[in-house]
Structures are given as structure tokens and as C-alpha cells.
């Protein structure tokens, strides 16, 4: 049984397919020749990330196909209830990444609130000759803890970054469509925890009384933060958005940069990947990284290895 890896797998995800009788393909297939390729090769698998879609063309036209997996959480790239109407199984991996993203989180806010996007640009540039004015420029940090985190969308992901964010002293505040309560557990290095019970806030309350705001919501067909959601954020916010491209409204997060409503901003997911606007990429108040949330060594590990045991499981 062949399997095609068409955006990349951990090899411990590949030797444990191999070692079960696939053959797994690593090669990469441009879009536009998926199908040809899966039917002369007989493939059975087809594996994907977010480069590749797989939409009702190859659903159609690939009638060995028996499964469609994705490696990561959200499945947007591919014709999820089409596929499983024609009766292909469509697994994905929702757990495995969590905290990674959730780190690179924590990650951006750390570097917003002492101006590491920013110094890192200047310091090898300016450095050796303004060493005194850069100090003066960003020696106006703040410290998270006792601040407030807002979370939109309070899925596995959200709930990893209240968890470090409760552990190094925030207040975090929570909305979510689907979730009225959780009891988050915090486990520690010499193995003892501490359990925090949290209530949904209203949206607007959230919006209201966050000093940051991040969000881990699936893929929308509108925006969920626009100038609306931005008129009621306090002045001097920071707002994350490592989940998807198309959920903030690029042009007004832009504008409230600008006029310094939104203090900062830190994107790894935007609306025109792979080809940013060039206007995001030059402002200085936003921390950049080119959706890379769940590219950890640990997480790809973890990826593959689930979806590996997903599809031995489905075929055994």
C-alpha cells in the first residue's frame, strides 16, 4: 500500500508506516499534477499539510484514494465532508501541535512587550553607533505578569496558552462559542500541579478589559476582529494572531498601528500566504514568523507518529 507524503513527515512517522509494510513517497507533486501522479503510482494515502489542497477535483478523479490525512489541527485545505460523503476516512492531528503554537505564543508576547522584533532589527544596524539611543528607545518594557491575556477561541491550543500563561502570573480571561467552563491543570517539574477553574467571559468583555489578545479560532468566513472589535479594545493592546490567516482584518490592524490604538501586533498566519502584504512585513510595531506554529521537532514527532498509528489503524 502505497502512501504519498506531499508536504513532509518527521521520519519517525515515516520508519513507523515502513515498518507496518507502506510504501510511503516523500516526493512533492505540484498541485496541478496531484492526480495524475496518485493514480498511476496506485495511491492509497494521501498525506498533506497546508501547501497542498485537496478539493473536489481529486476527491472525484482518485479512486484509489482511501484516506486523506492532514498534520496539524485545521483541515480548511481539504473538502472535509465531501471526502467522507464519498466515503474516504479524513483524519488530521489536533493535539499533537498544541504546544508548540501555544510556546510560539507566549513567544511573540515576551519579545512585543520588550521590543526584541524591534531591537533585533536595529541593533545590527545602529548598535556600534547609537548604542545609547536605542537603550533610551526601548527601555519602556512592561512585565506580563498581573496582566490580563485574552483568549478567542478556547479550544486545546487556547487552553496550552492559558496554562503558561497563568504559570508565569497573567490573568486570563477567556471567550468561546462552544465552552461555558474548563478546570485547567498545571503540571510542574518535581510532579505536582495546580488546578485553575475558569468561566467564559461575553466577547465584548473580553475585548474590553484584555491588555493582550490572542486568538485560536478555525478558519472564518468573516473577520472575527475588524474596527468594530478594535473600537473596543483599550488604547495600548497587543493582539496575536497565530491561528489563521483571514480571522483579523489586516488593513484595519494597519491602520490602528498606526495611529497607535493597537500597541503591537505579532502574526504567524496571514491572509495572503505565501505572499504577505508587503505594508505588514515593514511595520516595526508587528513581531513577524512565516507560519511556524507547530514547526517543532517535538510536534512534528508527534505528527507523524499519529497519523502513522491513525492509518494502520484504519487499514490493519
Known amino acids: 500500500m502505497k502512501v504519498l507524503v506531499n508536504d513532509g513527515m518527521s521520519k519517525s512517522g515515516i520508519d513507523k508506516l515502513t515498518q507496518n509494510g507502506f510504501k510511503v513517497i516523500t516526493v512533492t507533486v505540484e498541485q496541478g499534477q496531484l492526480v495524475d501522479f496518485i493514480n498511476k503510482n496506485n495511491i492509497i494515502v494521501l498525506l498533506v499539510r497546508s501547501a497542498t489542497t485537496v478539493r473536489k477535483d481529486i476527491i472525484d478523479n482518485c479512486p484509489t484514494l482511501k484516506i486523506i490525512g492532514r498534520g496539524g489541527v485545521g483541515m480548511d485545505n481539504i473538502d472535509v465532508d465531501y471526502a467522507r460523503e464519498k ?119 473580553v475585548l474590553s478589559i484584555s491588555d493582550f489578545i490572542t486568538l485560536h479560532v478555525p478558519a472564518q468566513k468573516k473577520y472575527v476582529i475588524s474596527d468594530a472589535e ?40 496571514f491572509e495572503n500566504e505565501p505572499k ?23 510536534a512534528q514527532d508527534r505528527i507523524g507518529l499519529e497519523l502513522a498509528e491513525q492509518i494502520i489503524q484504519i487499514l490493519s
Do not use: W
Open 276 to 298: 504577505p502584504e508587503i505594508k505588514l512585513l515593514m511595520n516595526p510595531n508587528i513581531s513577524l514568523t512565516p507560519h511556524i506554529g507547530a514547526a517543532t521537532n517535538e
Open 230 to 269: 478594535f473600537n473596543i479594545m483599550k488604547p495600548g493592546v497587543g493582539v496575536i494572531n497565530a491561528a489563521r490567516g483571514g480571522v483579523v482584518d489586516e488593513v484595519a490592524l494597519d491602520k490602528y498601528l498606526t495611529e497607535g490604538k493597537i500597541a503591537f501586533a505579532a502574526l504567524d498566519t
Open 87 to 205: 466515503g474516504l476516512k479524513v483524519i488530521n492531528t489536533p493535539a499533537a501541535s498544541s504546544s508548540s503554537v501555544a510556546e510560539l505564543v507566549i513567544a511573540h508576547l515576551y519579545s512585543c512587550v520588550r521590543f526584541l522584533h524591534n531591537s533585533n532589527r536595529s541593533m545590527p544596524l545602529e548598535g556600534d553607533t547609537h548604542f545609547k539611543v536605542l537603550k533610551k528607545l526601548y527601555a519602556k518594557g512592561v512585565e506580563l505578569r498581573g496582566k490580563t491575556l485574552g483568549i478567542i477561541g478556547f479550544g486545546r491550543i487556547g487552553q496550552e496558552v492559558a496554562k503558561i500563561a497563568l504559570g508565569i502570573g497573567m490573568n486570563v480571561v477567556f471567550y468561546d462559542l462552544h465552552t461555558e467552563s474548563v478546570s485547567l491543570e498545571l503540571k510542574f517539574f518535581n510532579k505536582s500541579n495546580l488546578k485553575f477553574d475558569l468561566e467564559r467571559s461575553t466577547f465584548k468583555e
